[in-house]
């Protein structure tokens, strides 16, 4: 029996190690920088691709839900078409949590392949109606420099959600009630009827 439990071990730990190569490339968001512009917000993301990695035709990164976008006020630098969808656009093999009633953001590389060699790829911005901010998803898929075969990554970044305001009940939230409120004065009407 201890042999078959190492070798389980020893699969696993190939596994692991095999995962870990596989998700150590891929572009990055080197920083996240906020605008205040007519009313509204510019989300600005710096891009990183990594020594590790090159960027081809077709590639692209993905920020899952970016609360309170303005459709048709984004931007990027030449080379890259921009899309906007409420699921995905996610690379195989990595797993982001996604809302699927906030847009995800994707840009996609259609320019010449650009070799390694840390290189910073410009400014993407998008505008939200949304200042405040918390964590969510930023996947991306490129090729690797060793063999050039597909390469996919997830980190997290930072995106806009909305300002806290007045607490509203959800609609079973009050049906709830509805329906207790009643049966707690139903109850309290017993408690006090005498008992003969």
């Known amino acids: 029996m ?15 190690l095999t995962n870990i190569q596989q998700a150590s490339a891929g572009l990055l968001p080197s920083s996240v920088t906020v605008t205040p512009q007519a009313g509204q917000y510019r989300w600005t993301y710096a891009i990183v ?17 970016f609360g309170g976008y303005v459709p048709g006020l984004e931007s990027s630098p030449a080379g890259w078409t921009f899309s906007a969808q409420l699921v ?13 009633t906030l847009w995800n953001l994707t840009w996609t590389y259609t320019g010449p392949t650009v070799a390694a060699g840390q290189v910073g790829l410009g400014n993407f911005w998008a505008t939200s109606d949304w200042d405040l901010s918390t964590d969510s998803y930023f996947t991306a898929r490129t090729n690797r420099t060793s063999d050039g075969r597909i390469d996919t990554n997830i980190t997290t970044t930072t995106v806009p959600v909305p300002s806290a305001g007045p607490v509203v009940p959800e609609p ?7 329906l207790g409120l009643p049966l707690v004065g139903l109850v309290r009407l017993v408690r006090r009827r005498p008992v003969n």
């Open 49 to 65: 691709l990594p020594t590790d990695s090159q960027l081809q035709n077709g590639n692209y990164f993905t920020i899952y839900d």
């Open 172 to 178: 079973a939230t009050l049906a709830l009630a509805g």
């Open 88 to 100: 995905g656009l996610t690379p195989p093999n990595v797993v982001p949590t996604d809302n699927p």
């Open 2 to 16: 201890p042999r078959v439990v190492r070798l389980i071990a020893v699969l696993t730990c190939a596994f692991a």
